[in-house]
C-alpha cells in the first residue's frame, strides 16, 4: 500500500479538487483506493467566505474512512462498515466500502497514530493506494504517509513569487538527505561514550535548545530530534559556536516536522544557516514531494464584507512555481489526477 | 490536570467559568496567560502534562489557521496520545473543531457541566436528557373526570345523545375508513368498493393514474432523496428552556421533502412535535389519494407513502400530529395516521361544521367514528376550538369542546382541551384586551382546568391576530404568548412561523426558528418566575363560564346535540358562524 497526503499551504489551495483529481485517475486506471481526510471535507460553502467548496464524489467500489456521523449524513452508500477504535470530533471513525456512488462528507483522524491505524485498515480492505486530504495548512498527520502532493495556490497569497519561493522551501525541507536511525522517544545524543537523553522529545522554544547547547560537547556527534521542532527552536539552534556545530549531525524524525507551524520559507532558512555552521541536518525517514498542484483561485473580499472569486494570473503562476522546484507542477484543473497517477506508477516501477 | 488557554484576550469569560466547575468537580487546572503563541503552549503542555487543554477563541480567518498550527504542532510533539485537545467559542461546531484538528467542538450554549463531563468521559448532561428524551403523553396523569359536576352532567347527557344518534348512522367517509383500514391491514390499495364511495376526482387520480390538479408524483429519484433526507439525523443543537411544556410547530409546505427538511430544522431548534397541515381541498373531498405526491400550494396531501416518507423523517421522540378534524375525510384520516404511527390526530365536530366547511350531521357521524378509531389506535387527539377566529365566543366553544371531550372518554379515547389564545373578533369587539393579552387567555385556561381533569394544549397556533408582518414583533408575542401557556401550567403550545400570517407563499424554515428561538429566549428570560394577573381575569372567567353553562342549557332544549350545531347554539350566523354544506344530504341510516 502506498500513502499519500494533498497537504497545502492555507485554506482553499486545491486540496479537495487534487483528491477529486487523483481519485478518478486511480479509477479510471484500476487501482484500488482508499480515502480519508486529516480534517473535514464536507461544507458546501466555506464558512468564511460563504463560497462554494468542491465535494468528494465517490464511485461505487471506492473505500473510505470518515467518523460515524458524517456515514450517516453522506449521500454515497456503504457495506461492510467497520468501527474502529479511533476517535474524532464526530464520533468514532469508520471504514466502509462504498456501495452506492455519491458525496462523502469526510472527517478522519487528526493525530499521526491514529492516521497510520486508518490507512492500515483502508490497505486491509483493499486498498493499493490510500489518499488522505489536509485540512487548512495542517501537515503533522502527513508524517506517516509515503508520498506528499502539494497544493499552492493564490489562496494562501497573491504574491507569486513568495508561492514559489513557499514550494521551494517545502520541496528542499522534504528532501534532506535521510539518516536511518532509530528515533528514541526523547531529544537524544551521545556524549563521552553514553547516551543522553532530555527530558522532551521536542525543540520547542529557546528555552529546552539551550539547555541542549548547554551540554553539547565536542564528542557528541549525532543529536536526535524525534518530535516537533520549531522556528524558534532552529533559529536558537543557530546560535550555536560553530567549533561546536561543526561535523554534528541533526536528525529530525522527518521533513514533515519541520512544516508544522506553516513557515516553511523561514525553517528553510534557518536550517540553511545550520548547515552553514556545519551542522549536517538529516531526517530519518523520507517523505519525498511527489509534485505540486497550483491553483490560480483564490476568495477575494468586497468592501461590502462579501467574497467574491478571484484569479491570479494562471501561466504566471506556474511558470514561477515551474522554476522554483524540482518536481512536476500541474495546472490543478488539468489533467492533474493523470499525471499524479502517472508519477505513482513510477515509484511502483521502482 | 487540565491546561485552559484563552486564545482570546477578550472572551475568556467561558473559560473562567469552565475552570470554576472544573476545580469544584475535584479537577487541577493551569489558566494561561493569554496570547501566548501556540509553540509556547506546546511546550508548557509538555512540562506539565495535561490530560486535556481547552482552547478558547472567537473565529475570524486567522484564528484558524493559529487554532489548526496548534492542534498540528501539538501532534507533531507527540503529546496527543495523552491529551485531549478540545476548543470552545462562539462560532464553533463540531464540524470545524474536526477540520481544526481537535477532538471535541464546543459552540454557543454549551455549559461548564457539559464540558466537565466530557472530561470524565461521562455522558454529557444534555445527552443524558437525550437519552431519556421519550415522547412525552401529553394525557398522562389526568383522570377526565369532570370536577364541575353541573357542566359535567350537562356534557356527558348531551354526549351520551349524541352517541345513540350517530350509531344509527354511516356515512361514505365511514365506510371508506372501514376499507381503507383493511386495505393497510393487508398491505394493498384500496379497490373498486373503495372508489364508488369517493368524488370523480379521486376516482379518476386512482383510475388513470393521473394526480389531481396542482399535484404531480414524486420522481423516483425525488422519493430515494426524500429517503436519505429522512435518515440524516441533526439531533438537537439547541438547549430546551421552555419550562416543561410540549413544542409543536406546524408543517405542510405542500412537499414531503420540504416538510422533512423543516420538521428537521424546527426539531432541531427545538421543536418536540410537528402538526401536519393538508391541502385545504382535501376536507371538501370525498376519498383520499395513495403515492408520493406533492402539491404545488400550501397543505401537503394525506396519502398512506406521503405520511410514511414523513415519518420515517422524524427523530424518535417527536410527537406527530396528523389533523382529521374538519372535512369529509375525517376517520379515514385517523386511520391513515394510525397507521403511519402518529401519536396524535384532531377531531373536533363543533368546529369543523362551524368554521370548516363540513354539513354538522354529515361531521357527526364522521367525528364519532374518528374518536373511535382514535381510541382504537390509542391516539389522543385535541379538540381544537378554531371557530373562534369566525367570532364565536370562547364560552360557546368550549360548551361544545367538553360535550367532545365527553364523548371521546364514553368511547375510550383521550382528549386534549385545545383552547385558542389569541385576539379574536369577540375580544376585540368587546375590547378584552384593551390592556393586556394576558387576563383573557388566562381565564380560558383557568376556566377549563375548574371543569375538567383533562390536559390542556393552547394553540393552535398561539398568538392569533396578535401577529403582525414584522417578525420581529411575530416572535416575540409568540413567545410570549407560548410563556403564558407556560405560566398557566399547560402541557403543551403550538406556535406558529414569524411570517405565517402575512407569508404571501410558501412559509420559510428561517421563520419556523424565528419563533423557536423566540420561544426558548422568552421562557429563559422568565424562567420560573410567576405572572400576577389583574382583576379582570376573574371577570372574564366568570364570563366565560357563564357562556358554557348557557350554551350546554340551550343544547339540551334542541332536539338533537347535531340540531343544536345547525340552531347556532354553539355558534350563530349572528357571531359569525355558519354550519358547513359540505357532504350534506350523505348521511344514511344504518
Known amino acids: ?350 | 490536570m487540565i491546561l485552559l488557554v484563552p486564545l482570546d484576550p477578550v472572551h475568556d469569560v467561558g473559560l473562567k467559568m469552565i475552570k470554576r466547575a472544573l476545580e469544584e468537580a475535584g479537577h487541577d487546572t493551569v489558566l494561561l496567560p493569554p496570547d501566548m503563541t501556540p509553540s509556547e503552549i506546546i511546550a508548557r503542555a509538555e512540562k506539565i502534562r495535561p490530560s486535556h487543554i481547552l482552547v478558547s477563541r472567537t473565529l475570524g480567518y486567522q484564528a484558524e489557521e493559529v487554532l489548526a498550527r496548534l492542534a498540528d504542532l501539538a501532534d507533531a510533539a507527540g503529546i496527543r496520545e495523552r491529551t485531549r485537545m478540545i476548543i470552545g467559542g462562539m462560532a464553533v461546531r463540531p464540524e470545524l473543531a474536526q477540520e481544526l484538528g481537535f477532538d471535541a467542538g464546543f459552540g454557543p450554549g454549551t455549559s461548564p457541566s457539559e464540558v466537565v463531563a466530557f472530561i470524565e468521559g461521562r455522558p454529557a448532561p444534555s445527552e443524558q436528557c437525550e437519552e431519556v428524551r421519550s415522547k412525552k403523553d401529553l394525557t398522562a396523569g389526568y383522570t377526565y373526570r369532570f370536577k364541575d359536576e353541573s357542566v359535567g352532567k350537562l356534557a356527558e347527557e348531551l354526549a351520551d345523545e349524541l352517541l345513540l344518534w350517530a350509531g344509527e348512522r354511516t356515512s361514505p367517509a365511514v365506510e371508506r375508513a372501514e376499507i381503507r383500514h383493511a386495505a393497510l391491514m393487508e398491505g394493498r390499495s384500496v379497490g373498486e368498493d373503495y372508489l364508488a364511495l369517493c368524488d370523480e376526482v379521486v376516482r379518476a387520480a386512482y383510475r388513470t393514474g393521473t394526480p389531481p390538479k396542482k399535484t404531480r408524483h414524486l420522481t423516483s429519484d425525488e422519493q430515494r432523496h426524500l429517503r436519505t433526507l429522512g435518515k440524516r439525523q441533526y439531533g438537537a443543537s439547541r438547549p430546551r428552556s421552555h419550562a416543561g411544556l410540549v413544542l409543536f410547530v406546524q408543517y405542510g409546505t405542500g412537499c414531503p421533502f420540504m416538510d422533512v427538511a423543516h420538521i428537521k430544522a424546527a426539531v432541531a431548534w427545538g421543536a418536540d412535535g410537528v402538526v401536519h397541515f393538508d391541502p385545504s381541498w382535501g376536507a371538501r373531498t370525498e376519498g383520499l389519494l395513495e403515492g408520493w405526491l406533492t402539491h404545488e400550494e400550501d397543505g401537503s396531501v394525506i396519502t398512506p407513502e406521503n405520511l410514511r416518507a414523513i415519518r420515517e423523517g422524524l427523530e424518535p421522540w417527536v410527537l406527530w400530529q396528523v389533523r382529521a378534524h374538519r372535512g369529509l375525510n375525517t376517520p379515514e384520516t385517523v386511520v391513515l395516521a394510525g397507521h403511519s404511527g402518529a401519536d396524535l390526530t384532531k377531531i373536533n365536530i363543533a368546529y369543523g361544521s362551524l368554521g370548516g366547511g363540513t354539513d354538522p350531521e354529515r361531521l357527526a357521524v364522521d367525528g364519532v367514528a374518528a374518536m373511535r378509531w382514535a381510541a382504537r389506535f390509542s391516539m389522543p387527539f385535541d379538540i381544537v376550538t378554531n371557530e373562534e377566529l369566525s367570532g364565536v365566543p370562547a364560552g360557546k366553544a368550549f360548551a361544545s369542546m367538553l360535550v367532545m371531550a365527553a364523548l371521546a372518554k364514553k368511547v375510550g379515547a383521550r382528549p386534549i382541551l385545545q383552547p385558542l389564545f389569541c385576539k379574536s373578533p369577540e375580544v376585540m369587539i368587546g375590547g378584552y384586551m384593551s390592556d393586556n393579552y394576558v387576563d383573557f387567555n388566562a381565564a380560558k385556561v383557568l376556566v377549563l382546568r375548574d371543569i375538567l381533569d383533562a390536559p390542556v394544549w393552547p394553540g393552535a397556533p398561539v398568538g392569533f391576530l396578535t401577529q403582525t408582518e414584522d417578525r420581529v414583533q411575530s416572535s416575540l408575542t409568540t413567545g410570549l404568548h407560548a410563556c403564558l401557556a407556560g405560566f398557566l401550567g399547560a402541557d403543551a403550545v403550538t406556535i406558529a412561523s414569524s411570517d405565517e400570517a402575512y407569508s404571501g407563499g410558501p412559509i420559510t424554515a428561517a421563520a419556523r426558528t424565528d419563533t423557536l428561538t423566540a420561544v426558548q429566549a422568552a421562557a429563559r428570560f422568565f424562567g420560573r418566575c410567576a405572572i400576577t394577573l389583574t382583576a379582570e381575569a376573574e371577570r372574564f372567567r366568570r364570563l366565560i363560564y357563564a357562556q358554557i353553562c348557557d350554551a350546554l342549557t340551550e343544547a339540551q332544549k334542541a332536539p338533537s346535540f347535531v340540531q343544536a350545531i345547525y340552531d347556532g347554539v354553539f355558534g350563530s350566523r349572528e357571531d359569525g358562524a355558519h354550519p358547513g354544506r359540505n357532504g350534506r344530504g350523505t348521511v344514511r341510516m344504518k
Open chain 1, 1 to 350: 500500500m502506498t500513502c499519500i497526503a494533498v497537504i497545502g499551504t492555507a485554506k482553499n489551495t486545491g486540496k479537495t479538487t487534487t483528491m477529486s483529481a487523483m481519485m478518478n485517475a486511480a479509477r479510471e486506471m484500476g487501482v484500488p483506493y482508499g480515502v480519508t481526510s486529516m480534517g473535514y471535507d464536507g461544507e458546501e460553502l466555506d464558512s468564511i467566505t460563504l463560497l462554494p467548496k468542491p465535494r468528494l464524489y465517490f464511485r461505487e467500489g471506492a473505500y473510505v474512512a470518515t467518523a460515524r456521523e458524517c456515514l450517516d449524513a453522506s449521500e454515497a452508500g456503504f457495506s461492510n462498515v467497520e468501527i474502529l477504535p479511533l476517535d474524532s470530533a464526530l464520533g468514532p471513525i469508520c471504514v466502509a466500502t462504498v456501495s452506492k456512488p455519491g458525496l462523502v462528507i469526510v472527517a478522519g483522524p487528526a493525530r499521526s497514530r491514529h492516521m497510520r491505524l486508518t490507512a492500515a485498515a483502508l490497505a486491509r480492505r483493499g486498498s493499493r493506494l490510500v489518499l488522505v486530504d489536509g485540512a487548512l495548512g495542517r501537515v503533522s498527520p502527513a508524517s506517516v504517509v509515503d508520498f506528499v502532493v502539494l497544493a499552492q495556490g493564490a489562496s494562501r497569497s497573491r504574491d507569486v513569487a513568495q508561492l514559489a519561493r513557499e514550494c521551494s522551501a517545502i520541496e528542499r525541507l522534504l528532501a534532506l538527505p535521510v539518516k536511518e536511525v532509530f528515533m528514541p522517544g526523547r531529544v537524544t545524543y551521545r556524549a563521552a561514550g553514553r547516551t543522553v537523553s532530555l527530558g522532551t522529545g521536542s525543540l520547542m522554544d529557546e528555552a529546552s535548545v539551550r539547555a541542549l547547547l548547554h551540554r553539547l560537547s565536542e564528542g557528541c556527534g549525532q543529536i536526535l530530534v524525534p518530535n516537533a521542532v520549531t522556528c524558534a527552536a532552529l533559529s536558537e539552534l543557530g546560535t550555536c559556536p560553530p567549533g561546536l556545530a561543526q561535523g554534528k549531525t541533526l536528525v529530525f524524525a522527518d521533513g514533515i516536522r519541520l512544516l508544522v507551524g506553516n513557515c516553511a520559507e523561514h525553517s528553510w532558512e534557518l536550517v540553511q544557516r545550520l548547515q552553514t555552521l556545519g551542522f549536517i541536518v538529516c531526517v530519518a525517514r523520507a517523505i519525498p514531494l511527489l509534485a505540486v498542484t497550483a491553483n490560480p483561485y483564490y476568495p477575494r473580499a468586497g468592501a461590502d464584507g462579501t467574497y467574491r472569486e478571484a484569479y491570479v494570473d494562471k501561466q504566471t503562476l506556474l511558470r514561477a512555481l515551474r522554476e522554483a522546484v524540482a518536481v512536476p507542477v500541474i495546472d490543478v484543473r488539468d489533467e492533474s489526477g493523470r499525471v499524479l497517477m502517472e508519477l505513482v506508477h513510477k515509484q511502483w516501477e521502482r
